[in-house]
T-cell receptor, first 114, second 116 residues
Framework: KNEVEQSPQNLTAQEGEFITINCSYS?????LHWLQQHPGGGIVSLFM???GKKKHGRLIATINIQEKHSSLHITASHPRDSAVYIC????????????????FGKGTKLSVKP | EAQVTQNPRYLITVTGKKLTVTCSQN?????MSWYRQDPGLGLRQIYY???????DKGDVPEGYKVSRKEKRNFPLILESPSPNQTSLYFC???????????????FGSGTRLTVV
């Protein structure tokens, strides 16, 4: 069983649509990361959060620690948002995790059509 | 410009021939890490380093070595590469302060390694 599950695996949207990508994890964590991998392969860190909600431009990330779930929302989607979005968690030391360890989901491939 | 630099970007090598992929960061970050990315498996952590002379295994360390002799460099060494190490490799770094080591990563551009 994967410790980090993302859904959906693939997502196609029309420009302007509101998009939600989900991440569920099974371990206690100290933080959760959302990453974006461009079609060219480069990876950019979008958010790192341990509680609540963060917003950057049209991107919003939320996390519910009790439910072990996080969502990444994109408002007013645009073709340039087309990328693979990756969720990753840092296991908490108090649950047997190791500081510095990062566990990844398999990613959600988003395609936004004009 | 603040960045993580990996070299080479592309490498084709033969089984058993030792190689080193270099990673250097200019942001004075304490934390550095290596990942490999494979189709269907996603990103997996190989090794990480919390600071100079401190390294730890990630989820897939077999067949790899690392060293952290100075803060800015974190080379990945494949002593005897095998075809199953053909992959896309990423190095990343992040700062660590007195209250928390948890900060967003800065990633290198990746190294595509093919072992034949």
């Amino acid at each position: 069983k994967n410790e980090v599950e993302q859904s959906p695996q693939n997502l196609t949207a029309q420009e302007g649509e509101f998009i939600t990508i989900n991440c569920s994890y099974s371990v206690g964590i100290s933080a959760l990361h959302w990453l974006q991998q461009h079609p060219g392969g480069g990876i950019v860190s979008l958010f790192m959060l341990s509680s609540g909600k963060k917003k950057h431009g049209r991107l919003i990330a939320t996390i519910n620690i009790q439910e072990k779930h996080s969502s990444l929302h994109i408002t007013a989607s645009h073709p340039r948002d087309s990328a693979v979005y990756i969720c990753a968690v840092s296991p908490a030391m108090k649950y047997g995790g190791s500081q510095g360890n990062l566990i990844f989901g398999k990613g959600t491939k988003l395609s936004v059509k004009p | 410009e603040a960045q993580v630099t990996q070299n080479p970007r592309y490498l084709i090598t033969v089984t058993g021939k030792k190689l080193t992929v270099t990673c250097s960061q200019n942001m004075n970050h304490e934390y550095m890490s290596w990942y490999r990315q494979d189709p269907g498996l996603g990103l997996r952590q190989i090794y990480y380093s919390m600071n100079v002379e401190v390294t730890d295994k990630g989820d897939v360390p077999e067949g790899y070595k690392v060293s952290r002799k100075e803060k800015r460099n974190f080379p990945l060494i494949l002593e005897s590469p095998s075809p199953n190490q053909t992959s896309l490799y990423f190095c990343a770094s992040s700062p660590r302060d007195r209250t928390s080591w948890l900060h967003p990563h800065t990633f290198g551009s990746g190294t595509r390694l093919t072992v034949v």
